[in-house]
C-alpha cells in the first residue's frame, strides 16, 4: 500500500506561480509512473502532467510551457512547478502513482485557485 501526501495548493493572482509537492511513502515495490492530475467541479479528473521513472514526460497541452514536473526517485517525490497561472487552472490537483506492478494510488487532493 502506498500512501501519497500533496502539499502546495493555495490561492493566487493570475500570472503567479505555485509549486505541489507529494511524497509517497509505504511501498516496498518501485514506482513507475508519477503525475498529476486536476478535477473541476462537475467535470472528469484530467491528466495534468506526467514523468516515468526513466524521467519522460507528458504534458496536457493547455500546460505545455507553463508547468513543469520533476521526481525525485530517492525520495519519492514528485513536483509540479506551475507558472503563468490562469483562472482555468483552478482545480483540485491529485498526485498519481502507478508502481511497477501496475497498482494505482491517488493522493487526497489539494487545491488550486487562480483568482484575482
Known amino acids: 500500500q502506498v500512501q501519497l501526501v500533496e502539499s502546495g495548493g493555495g490561492l493566487v493572482q493570475p500570472g503567479g506561480s505555485l509549486r505541489l509537492s507529494c511524497v509517497a511513502s509505504g511501498s516496498s515495490f518501485g514506482i513507475n509512473v508519477m503525475g498529476w492530475y486536476r478535477q473541476e467541479p462537475g467535470k472528469q479528473r484530467e491528466p495534468v502532467a506526467t514523468?516515468?521513472?526513466?524521467?519522460?514526460?507528458n504534458y496536457q497541452d493547455s500546460v505545455k510551457g507553463r508547468f513543469t514536473v520533476s521526481r525525485d526517485n530517492a525520495k519519492n517525490t514528485v513536483s509540479l512547478q506551475m507558472n503563468s497561472l490562469k483562472p482555468e487552472d483552478t482545480a483540485i490537483y491529485y498526485c498519481?502513482?502507478?508502481?511497477?506492478?501496475?497498482?494505482?494510488?491517488w493522493g487526497r487532493g489539494t487545491q488550486v485557485t487562480v483568482s484575482s
Open positions: 498519481n502513482v502507478i508502481s511497477e506492478r501496475a497498482e494505482i494510488y
Open positions: 514523468i516515468s521513472s526513466g524521467g519522460r514526460t
